[in-house]
Every structure is written in C-alpha cells, then in structure tokens.
C-alpha cells in the first residue's frame, strides 16, 4: 500500500508530484506529503488525512519551488495516522518516502537510538531514513546496497540526498516501483496512472536494482554498482482510462465499463471459436495430466475464484480447491507437482496472493496468474499468466475486475473440458459463443439494473444488517455481494447459503430485515423458493432475483427482480453489475466515500 511519486526535470515539482499522488490516492489516503530540493535546500510539507488537506496546509505553509521531489500518499501500518507519522521521514542527510512494511525496524532502532539517532514517529520508516544516514558516507549507492542487506521485510523506497540535489534514488523489495522516462524529465511511482499524463515509457524496477534519476535521464544499477541494461515498456492505457470520463465516481464508470472490459478480455482469448487460454509453457498435454487445481486470491479475486471452482468442476470434473491467500501459506497447504495453482489478482501486487504463489512454485506445482496488471510482480513469478484486459481500476471497491477474471476462469474451464475430454469440441464452441455473447447483453442489463438498483438501496438505506442467500453459483456471487455492500456502505451483512440458514443463522431473521434472494440457477430453484418462503414467514423483506419465466406466487417476495434467460453458468456474469450497483447505490445515499472507503487501501502490498 502507499503511493510513492518521485520527480525530476525543468518543472515545478510540487505540481506533478500533487498530480501524481492524486492518482495514487487509491493506494492509501491517511496522510500525504512532498519533499522538495527547494534553494538547495529539501523542503518538507505533510499533513495528516488526504491531498486536498495537505493541499490546504500548503496554502498557508506554502508551496516549496524545485524541479526535484518526491512524494507519498499513506496507508497507515506503523503508527495512526497523524503528522509525524506521514511521509517524508528525514534523518541527517537523508529524506525518503517508503511503501511496504519493515520487520527488522525494531532493533535496528534500538541500535540507532544508542547511536544518538531520536526519533519523532512511531514508523518503521524513519528507522530506515537514519540507518540509510548512518550507511552514508558520500556514496549513494553503495549506502542503499548496504541498507537493503540489512532491512528485512517490504520495501519501495524513493530517496533524497540532501547534498546530492537534484538527483532521485529508488529501490524496491516486494513493492511495486515504475520509472517513467521522458527527455529532459524522469519521474518514478507505484503505479503507472501517476505518471501517464507526462509519459508512457517505463522500466519496471526489479528487486536488487538501483535507478538513480537525474534531469538528463535515468540509469539503473545493480547493489554492486553495475549499470544495468533495461527493457523499456510502453503503457497503452488512456489517460481517460484512469480518470472518471465524466460519472460521479470510479467505481459507477468501472460498472459501466464492464462490458468493454469484458469483450477486452474474451476476444484475444478465443481462437476460431474455441478458448485459447494457454500459456506456451502450460501445453494441452500437461493440462490434460493436472489432477487436482488450487485457487488462491484476497477478497474478491477469491470470490471470483469461487465462480471458477463451480465451472471447473462442472465442465471439465476437475477436483478445485480455493483458499484465500492469507491462510494458503500458513496452512501446510497439500500441493503436488502434478497440481496447477492459479492466483488471480487484479493488481498482482497482493502481498499475501504473492507469497501463495512463491510457495506454490516452491512445492513444485505449475502456477498460472490470472492478473490485471502486465510487468506487476504476480505475473512475472508465475510460471504462465492469462491477463485480464480491465485497464486500470481506481475505486477500491473491485468491480469489473471480479468479471473479467470470472471470464477467464470460464474460458479457462472450457479449455480444460476440451483437454480432459468431458464435452467435445462443439459443445465447447457453442458455451464459448454464449461467453463472448455476454458483454453485448450486460451493456443493456447495466443500463436496465441502475434504477432497480437505486430504488432497492433507497428502501435498504437505514438497515443495520442484510441478508444475501443463495445456492450453488446464487451463493458464491452473493459473498461477493454481500463483500460489496459492507466495504462501500458500511452495512452489516452476510452471505449465506440458503440452505444452511436453519442451522443458525435465521435466529437473526426478524421483522423487516432485508434478504437479497439470489435464485437462477434452475435445478435449485424449488428448493430456494421454500427458504424464501421460510426467512418470509419469520418477517424478512424479500427481494428475489430470478429468472423472467420462473412461477413464483407473489406472495414470497417484497420486490421482485427479474433476470433475462441466461444460462445458469454465467448467469454470475450478468448478476455482478446487479450487486455491484446495489452496494454503489447504498453507498451514495448513506453519504460514503465511495470511491474510497474507510481503513481501506486499493493494493494490499503488506501482509
Ligand atoms: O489486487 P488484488 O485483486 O489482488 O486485490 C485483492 C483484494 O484486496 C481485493 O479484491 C479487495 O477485496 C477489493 N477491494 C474488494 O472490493
């Protein structure tokens, strides 16, 4: 987490960095701060809270002028947020802003502060400033190598030397870090929107390198002080694409964006009507060998992982097992070598997601990563990577993510189905037409669903706690429903499979509390039907989603929201903008920040 912007060349500082920090605000919003190389001398500003309050601090403050500077939008981990715990950390010569946690920073202070080194923050971070300071003696480079073997942990750091003006340093460990290229300007950040407006060209910092960004270009270095030849990307997401186009927030303009997003991702995934979803080093034969497939994410990545589990097993009778990433790890998890792990992560920086997938090639099983972001750490490590085309997504609240990667997951069922032999080729060809289909069809349904959904989240808006049931795949998109509504809204809910609610649950069940009831999938609809009718005659107000030709007695439901005739598998597909607009909804009317939301960062980069 944490936003980190760094800039150098012929123009204001404190403007880019301002505008780039905007931009990565997603990524942590506590506090923000700039320090600028300002009449040779750095000049700090932070202030606790977002950018338009360090904004207004500047406005009496004032603005540092420089054509130099680094800047940070926080996450709070080591310490509340509050001023002294905001970026830029300054030790001696040193100020530096960091992204990720520092493990060791305990008794690496302990041993500066018996070197005369205080303190005036509770952060991990302003350890490695005055350790950095102590390592210093004129050779910047030599001084970050030394650092990086003695900090342990996560780390993106942007560094300032007071007696080296004008000049960036930058260095990374598990935290993301992009070195934007321009002439007569460098920039570095965490995240490519910070810099799109200046340039598309970047390097991608690898672990153990160095870049050093002056007005005149950028060189990266090895910790040995090697110059090192670099690939230069070039990003082809639109300005636009990375801001609002117009909707009141990220997030409604991502719903609206789904069905571009998922035409995005379908089509360069099917080849002569069949789904081409391998990665060359994942051949037909090795798939057709997998006998047992893991899949591990956060939040919702694993909730899409949920959907792809029921096609998996469905399409091509392949056992699946979802973890969420956090627990993977630390369970002793049983993976062969003959297994397929696949993580999915729209920014494919998720700590945790990240170690799930470096334990997994560890134990010797393939890992594919189902991921968003080209060049990010997740699919680089991954053995194969089958990207989803979303373009950026800003609202923390994950949207069209969630349907692109329930995309690929169905693609990549039905690939698996043709290798393992369970449907033949024509019966693969005619699920994959009804996938590609889909986008078309969920551009009307958005358009359809907004209203229903405004309406249902007026009714809800005062509730202090909601309901969502549902069966088979009903149930998997409603934790996702369910995640949605308590992240944006603030409302207590909880998912549950309509089945299991008389063994517990229903006791919460009392007069007018709202049940979302998801029944689509067809073979089970009877039996939901009798637990609409039992969470009914305890005083719920229903809202059932179902199919336009289910035959259902007025009588079970409150409000009655109807599906097109879809079939049960990517009947999910379609009901995703439903909960997603729903959550949106509640949020708007309950007065949230939508966009983003409390104790909440965008890329979970820490563990
Ligand atoms: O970038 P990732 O897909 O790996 O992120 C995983 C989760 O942190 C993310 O999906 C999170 O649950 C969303 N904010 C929920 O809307």
């Not at 035959?551 to 005739?565: G, H, K, Q, R, S």
Request: hydrophobic share 40%; net charge negative.
């Amino acid at each position: 987490m944490c936003g980190i912007v760094g800039y150098v060349g012929s123009k204001e500082a404190a403007d880019i960095l301002i505008s780039g920090l905007r931009r990565l605000e997603y990524r942590g919003y506590d506090s923000a701060g700039i320090a600028v190389f300002s009449d040779g001398e750095i000049a700090v500003r932070k202030e606790k809270g977002r950018l338009s309050d360090l904004e207004e601090y500047m406005k009496s403050a004032g603005t540092p002028y420089g054509n130099c500077g680094i800047g940070h939008t926080r996450w709070a981990t080591h310490g509340e947020p509050s001023y002294a715990n905001s970026h830029p950390h300054s030790a001696g010569r040193v100020t530096l802003v960091h992204n990720g946690i520092i493990e060791n920073y305990i008794e690496l202070k302990k041993d500066l502060e018996k070197g005369g080194y205080t303190f005036a923050s509770e952060t991990d971070t302003e350890t490695a400033a005055a350790l950095l300071d102590r390592l210093y003696k004129g050779e910047p480079i030599k001084a970050i190598a030394e650092l990086t073997r003695k900090i342990r942990g996560s780390y993106a750091l942007a560094i300032l030397f007071s007696d080296r003006p004008d000049e960036i340093y930058a260095v990374r460990r598990d935290s993301p870090l992009i070195v934007g290229l321009s002439n007569g300007e460098s920039f570095v950040a965490s995240d490519i929107p910070a810099v799109l407006k200046y340039t598309r060209r970047y390097y991608l910092l690898d672990e153990n390198e160095i870049a050093v960004l002056k007005e005149s270009g950028v060189s990266v270095l090895s910790l040995e002080g090697e110059s090192i030849d670099k690939e230069v990307f070039e990003a082809n997401w639109s300005l636009e694409a990375a801001e609002k186009g117009g909707f009141e927030h990220f997030m409604l303009k991502e719903i609206y964006e789904e069905p571009e997003a998922l035409k995005n991702t379908i089509s360069p995934h099917m080849i002569g009507g069949l789904p081409d979803v391998l990665n060359l080093s994942l051949g037909d034969k090795r798939l057709a060998a997998v006998n047992k497939i893991h899949i591990v994410g956060c939040g919702t990545a694993m909730h899409a992982g949920l959907i792809g589990k029921t096609a998996i097993e469905k399409l091509a009778r392949t056992p699946v097992e979802v973890s969420v990433a956090s627990e993977f790890r630390y369970v002793n998890p049983i993976v062969d070598k003959n297994d397929l792990v696949i993580v999915i992560s729209q920014s494919g920086e998720t700590a945790d997601t990240l170690a799930a997938l470096r334990l997994a090639k560890k134990m010797g099983a393939y890992t594919l990563a189902v991921v968003n972001v080209v060049g990010s750490s997740i699919a680089r490590e991954a053995d194969g990577a089958l990207f989803t085309s979303a373009g950026p997504e800003i609202a923390v609240a994950s949207t069209k993510a969630y349907s692109v990667q329930s995309a690929v997951m169905y693609l990549f069922a039905l690939r698996l189905a043709l290798v393992k032999g369970t449907m033949n080729e024509n019966e693969v060809a005619e699920k994959s037409a009804e996938l590609a289909a889909m986008p078309k069809l969920i551009e009307r349904l958005i358009r359809d669903l907004d209203p229903t959904c405004k309406k249902l989240a007026e009714q809800n808006k005062n509730t202090e706690s909601l309901f969502f049931i549902g069966r088979g795949m009903d149930y998997s998109l409603s934790v996702e429903g369910s995640l949605k509504l308590k992240e944006i809204s603030y409302i207590h809910s909880e998912a549950y499979a309509a089945g299991e609610l008389k063994h517990g649950t229903i006791s919460l069940v009392t007069d007018g509390v709202p049940v979302i009831a998801i029944a689509t999938q067809t073979p089970l609809f009877e039996k939901m039907i009798s637990n609409v009718k039992e969470v009914k005659a305890r005083g719920a107000a229903v809202t059932l989603v179902c199919r336009t030709d289910a035959a259902i007695a007025d009588d079970v439901y409150d409000n009655l929201v109807l599906m097109p005739e879809i079939s049960d598998l990517f009947m999910p597909l379609a009901l995703a903008p439903f909960i997603q607009l729903f959550a949106y909804h509640t949020s708007v009317i309950r007065g949230c920040d939508v966009d983003k939301p409390r104790n909440l960062a965008k890329s979970v980069t820490v563990e």
